[in-house]
């Protein structure tokens, strides 16, 4: 089997596990949640279904659609740039991390486009983002005020653009050597 025959398989099989594992929770915690209901698993790990209706942290400051057209763009020429850094004999760790940024952005995007449509709340291309990961790590009262370190809450496709930047960060010295050669 050649290089890219593997590559491909390999960017193939992180793409579909991502997708059917970062689907099956959220449509699991939609159907078995109701909005802002938290079931813990640990002090420190705990599921928490929020609907976010932005960009990252739910912040919004454009057009729902628009915004979801342009993830749909973006993760279009990642897909292309997958392909070609494929056929360019790039190394796996890199074809690795942007496939788990390809199948982070297309998880959200099937939730953007469709969930508002399939749940009944808004039209096609304007549905909200379903996130359940919490980890709040510390928790601390000081001045009558409650605090949390760690409060964001996300979800596997989340998670693997997460995982896919921080490897990219910390390894890419020896990504692009290896892209070089």
């Not at 993760?75 to 740039?81: K, Q, V």
């Not at 056929?87 to 982070?104: M, Q, R, V």
């Not at 297309?106 to 009944?120: R, S």
Request: hydrophobic share 55%; glycine share 6%.
């Amino acid at each position: 089997m050649s290089k890219i025959q593997k590559q491909s398989i390999i960017a193939s099989i992180i793409v579909l596990i991502i997708l059917i594992a970062d689907q099956a929770l959220k449509l699991w915690v939609h159907s078995s949640f109701y909005l802002g209901e938290e079931y813990v698993i640990t002090d420190w790990f705990r599921l928490h279904y929020v609907e976010n209706n932005g960009i990252a942290f739910g912040l919004t400051f454009i057009n729902k659609t628009v915004l979801t057209i342009f993830r749909i763009v973006i993760s279009g020429l990642i897909a292309w740039y997958i392909v070609h850094c494929i056929k360019k004999g790039e190394s796996t760790l890199f074809i690795i991390c942007l496939s788990l940024i390809f199948a982070g952005a297309t998880g959200n995007i099937i939730d953007c486009v469709f969930y508002g449509i399939a749940f009944d709340y808004a039209p096609l291309f304007n549905g909200r983002v379903i996130d359940m990961l919490y980890f709040p790590l510390v928790e601390w009262n000081m001045g009558g005020e409650h605090y949390i370190f760690f409060s964001p809450v996300f979800n596997i496709a989340d998670s693997a653009i997460t995982v896919a930047v921080f490897i990219l960060l910390i390894f890419s010295g020896s990504i692009f050597k290896e892209s070089a050669k």
